[in-house]
């Protein structure tokens, strides 16, 4: 028999504290009330020397020591928010200018200076999609979801399918990594798809949006780059590819449940939803696709929500439109040789 793990024992009223709670059933006093004091000050430090993520991270590690009901949430969420366009100025402050010599050059020097933050970015990027491939997790996860695939469409689409899924999902971490949210490499649950685990969760809609559209804007990146593989080679399994990326990310525009459109209208008003009803309206009546008319039905029932804010977020609106605009077009492109899937 294995004993049960003790509790804890309030520091204030001397009551024992089952794991897990985070509020003495007692006294009411906050478990970690000591721990917290300590990260406020912490916090308050790096306030004043402007260390903008670092004081970021400490709230987010000081609000999995709150209670949902605690009224300090409210200040600390709203003390994030605040972070967040504290640190997206810092990144932008970092974006030096083209060095005069460049400038000199004209179309030819913006070009070598565009050039290298693009290099800059893939490197970055490809250094991320490489690390969530380090976890034993996601590479066995991987590698079972490929064995079913591979059955039933040949080893060519199913690692063209898996890619496409792991891009996706890593588009959420990276998301999750830029808010200093802690989270869990992809993992893939076989003929079902794939999931990130949150450790931290976003403090506000906008983040919620944030996080939720980093994965089907990647997902667009990878069906995109899939599709340019096919016009420089002429592969119609590249073209294939290339369509059901369109397909997935599109699906995943649902917003419903715990899908990544219901994420993004989290920042969408009552308006703005219904604007994107109407759009993905006329998207359908142009290419004919399915999927668009189910997502624009989802999307107009969403309009009714009273929770919607008032003002909708206008990079989210964008995203949205942009995301919806171009996985409509990938879900029309032309597949030769269909039937040819590398079986």
């Not at 917290?36 to 402007?50: D, I, M, V």
């Not at 490929?146 to 891009?167: D, E, N, R, T």
């Not at 919620?208 to 080679?233: H, K, M």
């Not at 399915?290 to 929770?307: E, N, Q, Y």
Request: charged letters at 15%; one cysteine or more.
């Amino acid at each position: 028999m294995i004993p049960p793990k003790p509790g804890l024992e309030c520091s204030n009223c001397g009551a024992e504290i089952a794991p897990g709670i985070l509020t003495c059933p007692a006294c009411k006093r906050l478990v970690h009330a000591e721990r917290l004091g300590e990260l406020s000050r912490q916090a308050n430090e790096l306030r004043q020397t402007e260390q903008w993520n670092q004081e970021r991270d400490l709230w987010r590690s000081a609000l999995e020591l709150l209670p949902g009901h605690a009224p300090q949430r409210v200040k600390i969420n709203a003390r994030i928010a605040e972070l967040a366009e504290h640190c997206g100025n810092e990144v932008a402050h970092k974006t030096s200018p083209a060095p005069k010599w460049l400038a000199s050059l004209g179309v030819v020097g913006f070009t070598l200076w565009k050039f290298k933050f693009l290099l800059g970015f893939m490197l970055t990027k490809g250094k991320l999609l490489l690390l969530g491939l380090t976890k034993s997790s996601t590479v066995f996860s991987m590698f079972l979801s490929m064995g079913v695939y591979w059955s039933i469409w040949g080893w060519q689409f199913a690692l063209g399918f898996i890619v496409m899924m792991y891009v996706h999902e890593m588009g959420h971490v990276s998301a999750l990594r830029h808010l200093g949210i802690k989270a869990s490499a992809p993992m893939f649950v076989p003929g079902l798809g794939a999931f990130v685990r949150l450790e931290q969760y976003p403090t506000s809609a906008r983040e919620e949006a944030r996080v939720g559209l980093a994965g089907p804007l990647w997902g667009l990146g990878a069906a995109l780059a899939s599709y340019g593989v096919f016009l420089a080679t002429d592969m119609g399994i590249f073209a294939a590819i290339a369509q059901v990326g369109g397909l997935l990310n599109l699906f995943n525009l649902l917003p419903f449940w715990q899908l990544d459109g219901a994420r993004g209208i989290r920042a969408m008003s009552r308006k703005g939803r219904g604007l994107l009803a109407l759009e993905l309206i006329l998207a359908w009546t142009i290419t004919g696709e399915a999927m668009l008319l189910l997502v624009a039905l989802v999307m107009g029932f969403r309009t009714i929500d009273p929770s919607a804010p008032e003002t909708s977020d206008r990079r989210t609106f964008v995203e949205f439109s942009l995301l919806l605009i171009v996985l409509a077009l990938l879900c029309s492109v032309h597949v030769p040789g269909l039937a040819d899937t590398g079986r």
